[in-house]
């Protein structure tokens, strides 16, 4: 493979590849390698993808695989969106060069949580898009893939939206507002209003719902750390079966904030006073909606 020269560096450069073969991913792939490979004071670029794509990619690199890493992506696609985030942010820490400077060629795990629903779709690409708020201090180039194959027309079409070098991208803030414009179905009608303290009632009402002792123990301090972080909050439901419980805070006061609980913490240990970041690294889902008169805060553990 030619290693050709990298342009000079910048800010978080978010790229997005769309390909419908596997031809067409390591025509994709080999160039942003070499550039990624010629990027004076960078650490060898990396390679998230599934494990297919990665042997196709051994076998075009012949020799310079080495040179490569290769992950495959279920070792980094663990969770949810803000798992991702955190997973991301200290991948960064701990092996990017000065300012961030890495190459990251990307491909989510259509297979697992980021393909599952139109739920899941909706996740990914507030984290597509927030990525640009989140990383835009750092000299970080990455290249989104999208296999036309697994992913699905509507899926990319979403996420050319969340990418500067597309055409059709939208400011962060506006299409996560956008996203957070669908209101949130209604809690159910055997929805448990939960009493002061609300740390004890969530643990116990958890637990009659079938969460298990730690677990109950886990989601309580999940939404005792959003209270704490947007509170008072003046009411309160539980309702769903373990491993879905939901949690619902009323606040009288709106957030007002699209990054919130997704801006990794200066430490890199899990505390629940992390707020809202340690509330959406133990929840599956968090949804906060703004109104004319507070917040609604949604959390479902699982």
Sequence with gaps: MTVQP???AAPFDHRMAVFGGDDEFVAVALPFLAEG?????EPPPVVVAAPD???LL???LDTDAKD????PHTEWYTGSAANAVAQGAGYLAAHAGPGGRIHLLMEPEWDGRAGRSARETTEWIRYEALANLLFAPLATTVLCA???RTAGTAIVEAARRAHPDTGVYEDPVRLTAELDAVPLAPPPHDAEPLGEPYADAVRSRAAAHGLSRVDAELFTEAVTAAAAAYGPVTGALLWGEAPACVVELRLPRRVDDPLAGFVPPPVPDLEPDQGLWFTRQ???YVDVRDDAHGATVRLQFG
Excluded: F
Aim: glycine share 12%; with cysteine.
């Design 282 to 284: 133990v929840c599956a």
């Design 58 to 60: 051994r076998d075009a």
């Design 6 to 8: 990298a342009p000079h």
């Design 68 to 71: 490569v890493g290769l992950m």
């Design 146 to 148: 999208y296999d036309t």
């Design 37 to 41: 490979l010629g990027a004076h004071g």
């Design 53 to 55: 794509k990665l042997e």
